[in-house]
């Protein structure tokens, strides 16, 4: 049974260019988070996609979109890429927009912009 | 979410047992704590959830007292593959679409 699948692994970007991130929800789950994680700190919730709606946001900027496909796989996109941008890339899967409990990670996409 | 207090880091050896303990004062009564274990370039992995008194499973021991405003997490017997950086939640697991909130953790180092 596969587990949370993102793609690509690794990314670099110039400024002010535009990326998307993809991932696979592991089998059963309908629900998919994104997180942000700068280095040396935790994880921050970008948002989250059900039935193909975002249906909760984080404190992030409108350069950060995202979709959810009738598979349940969904794609990350960012604009306007900044330095601040960095970061390791983890997308979450769950099934029923369930909470604390039953989310499963992808090992991530680290982003770098330069 | 409930803000969660832990420490920032943690040192052991292995064979060893360690504790890492959670403060979370402003906890809510539907609220469950959760542990999350994270190695580097990797993303959480659920370790273990509960609500009160004590839960164990096969990895890892989650004591809670009865005023529930702080947690403990025990891991028996650690191994230098149980280095890693360890986060205390809460938050009430059976409202749809409430995100996981992330504090920065406690990184664990076990050593031979």
């Known amino acids: 049974d596969a587990g949370v699948t993102q793609s690509p692994t690794h990314l670099i970007k110039t400024r002010g260019q535009q990326v998307t991130l993809r991932c696979s929800p592991k089998?059963?789950?309908?629900?998919v988070s994104w997180y942000q994680q700068a280095l040396g700190q935790g994880p921050q919730f970008i948002f989250q996609?059900?039935?193909?709606?975002?249906?909760q946001r984080g404190n992030f900027p409108d350069r950060f979109s995202g979709h959810q496909f009738p598979n349940y796989s969904s794609e990350l996109n960012v604009n306007a890429l900044l330095l601040g941008d960095s970061a390791l890339y983890l997308c979450?899967?769950?099934?029923?927009?369930?909470?604390?409990?039953?989310?499963?990670f992808g090992s991530g996409t680290r982003l770098t912009v330069v | 979410l409930a803000k969660t207090t832990q420490p920032i880091s943690m040192d052991s050896y292995e064979g060893q047992e360690v504790n890492i303990t959670c403060s979370h004062n402003?906890?809510?009564?539907?609220?469950?704590i959760t542990w999350y274990q994270q190695f580097p370039s990797q993303g959480p992995r659920f370790i273990i959830q509960?609500?009160?008194t004590k839960v164990t499973n096969e990895v890892a021991s989650l004591f809670i007292p009865a005023d529930r405003k702080s947690s403990t997490l025990s891991l028996p017997r650690v191994s230098l593959s149980d280095t890693a950086v360890y986060y205390c939640?809460?938050?009430?697991?059976?409202?749809?679409?409430?995100?996981?909130?992330f504090g920065k953790g406690t990184t664990l180092s076990v050593s031979s």
């Open positions: 979450a899967s769950s099934f029923g927009q369930s909470s604390t409990y039953g989310y499963t």
């Open positions: 996609y059900y039935e193909e709606e975002e249906r």
């Open positions: 939640l809460v938050g009430d697991r059976d409202q749809a679409g409430t995100a996981l909130i």
């Open positions: 402003n906890i809510a009564t539907n609220d469950y």
């Open positions: 089998s059963g789950h309908d629900t």
């Open positions: 509960g609500y009160k």
